[in-house]
């Protein structure tokens, strides 16, 4: 399954290079937002002996949102 779904993105990234990947979302939101974040830490591990282990953790968040249209920026 691992490669059926490797070929089907690697289909799926040439198409859309190429400008010729079909929109598949019927309702587009007005806004779309993603944000991410990523931070280390260290983390003490039976592994690592005394020493800490230096982990990190990535995030993401994807929102639909609406938004006003201004002729200018407000802020």
């Given amino acids: ?3 059926d779904l490797r070929e089907l993105r690697q289909q799926r990234t040439e198409l859309h290079a190429a400008g010729k990947l079909k929109v598949e979302v019927r309702n587009l939101p007005d806004l779309a937002v993603v944000e ?31 938004s006003d249209v201004h002729e200018h920026d407000p802020a």
Avoid at 36 to 45: E, L, M, Q
């Fill in 1 to 3: 399954m691992g490669s």
């Fill in 36 to 66: 991410t974040d990523g931070v280390a830490f260290a983390r003490a591990k039976r592994e690592c002996g005394i020493q800490s282990c230096l982990e990190r953790n990535k995030t993401a968040l994807c929102m639909r949102m609406s």
